[in-house]
C-alpha cells in the first residue's frame, strides 16, 4: 500500500504539471527583427512597427503590411469563410489568425490584440447583449 501511495502521489502531480507543460508548449512565437536580429519571440510582446517573418505553415500573429518579395498564398478561412486561399501581392495586408499555406516574406505589424480584424470582430460579438431563443426558454 505504501509503494501504490507513492506511485499515485506522482502520477498526480504529473498530471497536475501536464498542463503547464502543454500550454508552454503551444503558446504561439513568431520570428521577429529586434535590434537588427532575428529571434522567436512570444506573439503577446508583439507591438506595431516590429519585422515579423511570415512563412509556410505560420499562423500570422498580428495584422501585418507585407513587404518586399514573393507572394504569399494565405488561408482566411477562420475570418472569411473562403475556401480557397487568396494571394497575397508585397504591399497589402494580412490578418491575424490567417495561415500562410505558400511562400515566405517579411511584414510589419500594424495591429494587434483586440486591434486586429480578428480582435474587433470578436468584441463586437462579445458585445451583443441579444437574449437567444434557448436562453429565454431556460
Sequence with gaps: MFINSIIS???ETNARNAPAALMACLAPKS??????KWSEQDVAILVPGDIISI???????????LME???LKIDQSALTRE????TKQPCDGVYSGSTCKQGEIEAMVI??????????AAHLVDSMNQVGHFQKVS
Excluded: M, N, Q, W
Aim: aromatic share 10%.
Design 31 to 36: 520570428k521577429v527583427l529586434r535590434d537588427e
Design 83 to 86: 475556401s480557397f486561399p487568396e
Design 9 to 11: 502521489y506522482i502520477e
Design 111 to 120: 495591429a494587434t490584440g483586440v486591434l486586429t480584424f480578428f480582435g474587433k
Design 69 to 71: 518579395g514573393d507572394p
Design 55 to 65: 512563412k509556410l505553415g505560420d499562423i500570422i500573429p498580428a495584422d501585418a503590411h
